[in-house]
Nanobody, 121 residues
């Protein structure tokens, strides 16, 4: 069964931290190279890139999260994490895990169900 399961969302005060995790289940996710990432969608807005990491370790971040968020991947365990520090109210959104077995140009494109992150006092 092909599945991405996210965890770690919740409510946090401005300036706080959260860690998101995503576990990929299914043999397809062992395919290399791959690109793992996190996207988010706030109410009334389009889904946007937060950060990506390749199986080779190359990372990419949205300008709005650089210096505050850190993405990490474990190819052996098929997991990808997102450490979020110095959270702001504008970071409030549903966060989605994304996995592209075969690389950025692969037609294979999988999404998790999303986890809510709310930053509010």
């Amino acid at each position: 069964q092909v599945q991405l399961v996210e965890s770690g969302g919740g409510l946090v005060q401005p300036g706080g931290s959260l860690t998101l995790s995503c576990v990929a289940s299914g043999s397809i996710f062992r395919l290399k190279p791959n690109v793992m990432g996190w996207y988010r969608q706030a109410p009334g807005k389009q889904r946007e890139l937060v950060a990506t990491i390749t199986s080779g370790g190359t990372t990419n971040y949205a300008d709005s999260v650089k210096g505050r968020f850190t993405i990490s991947g474990d190819n052996a365990k098929n997991t990808v994490g997102l450490q979020m520090n110095s959270l702001r109210p504008e970071d409030t959104a549903v966060y989605y895990c994304n996995w592209r077995p075969g690389g950025a140009k692969s037609p294979l494109d999988y999404w998790g169900q999303g986890t809510q992150v709310t930053v509010s006092s």
